[in-house]
T-cell receptor, first 113, second 113 residues
């Protein structure tokens, strides 16, 4: 079946530090991969996506590369800001299951000045 | 262009009652999916509607039902509420030709006492 495993948090970093949040997946087909961000009290916002192997998704300084050989989609940012404090969710969508989304449990990030 | 909207924002019910949550998709989107997000967890897929029919369903009991209207808006109904139904309920929409990417509403926070 399909599933997503995310690095457990919470993660606390100083401003301008390097961020990595690990995500690995299991899928029966050829999924699309996503990172969503959830700010306190809000719904999920699409951060970036990649639809096939070796694709790199990027947005607002965040990047993630779809690695089929390691079934991974790790999120990275070179220099985090206080405003990046939020919960980050890795997710996959598989055409074989009608593009139903499977989410990881989320990783809480707090950036301190 | 309005994004996905949901109503109400918060709701308090007691065990055994019934609840109806509402969702209006983003303009141009004809597919609506519903998710349940328990505190500290990732969203769990409930079901997906397009062309006014339920197309995919996650592992949720029949107490959870839905409807989609000709204008693509949707309702989620939950009968015989349990304490464990307390969660954030998220609606997501996508265009049929790009169902792999979903846009989420802010959610409805349901508390069952």
């Amino acid at each position: 079946g399909n599933s997503v495993t995310q690095m457990e948090g919470p993660v606390t970093l100083s401003e301008e530090a390097f961020l990595t949040i690990n995500c690995t997946y299991t899928a029966t087909g050829y999924p699309s991969l996503f990172w969503y961000v959830q700010y306190p009290g809000e719904g999920l916002q699409l951060l970036l996506k990649a639809t096939k192997a070796d694709d790199k998704g990027s947005n607002k300084g965040f990047e993630a590369t779809y690695r089929k050989e390691t079934t991974s989609f790790h999120l990275e940012k070179g220099s985090v800001q206080v405003s990046d404090s939020a919960v980050y969710f890795c997710a996959l969508s598989d055409l074989n299951t009608g593009n139903q989304f499977y989410f990881g449990t989320g990783t809480s990030l707090t950036v301190i000045p | 262009d309005a994004g996905v909207t949901q109503s109400p924002t918060h709701l308090i019910k007691t065990r055994g009652q019934q609840v109806t949550l509402r969702c209006s998709p983003k303009s141009g989107h004809d597919t609506v999916s519903w998710y349940q997000q328990a505190l500290g967890q990732g969203p769990q897929f409930i079901f997906q509607y397009y062309e006014e029919e339920e197309r995919q369903r996650g592992n949720f009991p029949d107490r959870f039902s839905g409807h989609q209207f000709p204008n693509y808006s949707s309702e989620l109904n939950v009968n015989a509420l349990l304490l464990g139904d307390s969660a954030l309920y998220l609606c997501a929409s996508s265009p049929l030709e790009l169902r792999e990417t979903q846009y989420f509403g802010p959610g409805t926070r349901l508390l069952v006492l």
